[in-house]
């Protein structure tokens, strides 16, 4: 079942793909809530309705009520970006006004790399912002003194209708050394972020969004962290798809000064992982070999596939966010020890680091 369900993603996104195998199940079975539980899990159901769009218009009997109910889904999807992207404009020019430079990570930035900028099921704004936490924090605390406050970002409850993070870092990794050197990476490219703006579709806003070279560094990054953490669904792999099907990628025209970037994966202890994501990029988008940044790496590559479709989107279905946090923090750990031979710098420190983590936040509350 699994094979023809990610047989479907590759369908609803490639228009050479012919009718995947998972119609003549289909047809058998009439379980058309299995393939849109799939899609739910996956946070894909927009992307979905475009393939069973396709279906219809290649004659394949779609039940009408499957059609409704799919199609209510992407309408609410698509307004949902619409105020996502007028969020996103609004929140980047208040904190401008403020004096903070800043850029939108992911999210919108992302929708925009799509073919139709309006199907990505949208999570919250993520907006990292100069200044540094401690001035950042300050400037929030004063009109939300309840705030929760993480390593890498504060909540900033600005909205009714849509949950704002400020993030004085990217993200992070689990491994100081490494992390270490990613946060002055990250240092050194921000202010080319701040000053790099997009427009977004049908006038919705005017954005700052991280450059295509800088995405391909940190959206790995927070792919492999999210891996660690409770794990990561297709949608961040769609995402990170998209961003290599830029003509960059298959121009190899990606270098950070005088160093290219698999070298730049490398020092940042992210080359590992990044042949992993190689091998699912090829295995379910069909991501073409011109545009590889590194070689697939098919052993890893098969255990984040696993893991994938085990945990769906962010993890949610893997069965760890049902315990309390005792439980869940042992459950982690017994997790994270499967991937010691394939990441052993990350698996061995993520432990540690959640524990830094928790008294850190104890002791900054």
Known sequence: MMRFNTDFVRYCIDEK???PAITDWLRRTKDWNALFSFMTEQAL???????IERMKSEGMEVPREVVLKWFAVSEQIRQRNVVMYQRSAQVSEQFLKEGFRNCILKGQGNALMYPDPYVRMSGDIDIWISGGREKVFSFVRKSYPNTMLRYHHVEYPIYNDVSVEVHFMPFFMNNPFYNHRLQKWFHCEENHQYAHYVETPDDLGHIP???VEFNLVYQLAHIMHHFFDEGIGLRQLMDYFYLMKNEKCRMKNLQFGETNLPDVLKHLGLRKFAGAVMYVLQEVFGLEDEY??????EWRGKTLLEEILRGGNFGHYSGLTEHGAATKYFLKIKRNM???????AEALCEPLFRTWHFFW???HS
Not at 292 to 297: G, K, N, Q, S, T
């Open 338 to 344: 499967r991937f010691v031979r394939q990441y052993p």
């Open 209 to 211: 969004v991280p450059t």
């Open 17 to 19: 793909e012919h009718i």
């Open 361 to 363: 936040r104890l002791s």
């Open 292 to 297: 590889l940044i590194v070689p697939v790496d």
């Open 45 to 51: 159901l927009g992307v979905g309705f475009r393939g």
